[in-house]
Nanobody, 114 residues
Framework: QVQLMESGGGAVQAGESLRLSCAAS????????MGWYRRVPDKQRELVAQ??????TDYQDSVKDRFTISRDLRNTVFLQMNRLKPEDTGVYYC?????????WGQGTQVTVSS
C-alpha cells in the first residue's frame, strides 16, 4: 500500500523560506503526476504546484517566481518556498497520482507571520 509522508513545515516570518519534502513508500504503478496542494482558512483545498514524470511543471499564479517544485528518481517530491507571505499560511498536502489512483499525505502546517 502506498503511503506519502510529508516533512518540512513550520512557522516562519514573512520573507523567509521553507522546503517541503514528500516521500512515497510502497509501489506506485505508472506514476504520472506529483503535486502540492494547500488548504487555507475558509477556502477549499487548492493546487499550489505540480510536476509530471516528464518534468513539466505548473504553478498557481500567486506562487510563481517564489515556489519551485522538483522531484528525484526515488519518488520524492519537494517544494522550495521562498519569500513566504502570510497568505501562504495553511496546511500543505502532497499528492501523487499513478495509473491506479491518487494518493494523499496527511498534511504539514505552514505558518507565516508578518
Amino acid at each position: 500500500q502506498v503511503q506519502l509522508m510529508e516533512s518540512g513545515g513550520g512557522a516562519v516570518q514573512a520573507g523567509e523560506s521553507l522546503r517541503l519534502s514528500c516521500a512515497a513508500s510502497g509501489k506506485l504503478i505508472g506514476l504520472r503526476v506529483m503535486g502540492w496542494y494547500r488548504r487555507v482558512p475558509d477556502k477549499q483545498r487548492e493546487l499550489v504546484a505540480q510536476i509530471t514524470v516528464g518534468g513539466a511543471t505548473d504553478y498557481q499564479d500567486s506562487v510563481k517566481d517564489r515556489f519551485t517544485i522538483s522531484r528525484d528518481l526515488r519518488n520524492t517530491v519537494f517544494l522550495q518556498m521562498n519569500r513566504l507571505k502570510p497568505e501562504d499560511t495553511g496546511v500543505y498536502y502532497c499528492s501523487m497520482r499513478d495509473f491506479v489512483r491518487e494518493y494523499w499525505g496527511q498534511g504539514t502546517q505552514v505558518t507565516v507571520s508578518s
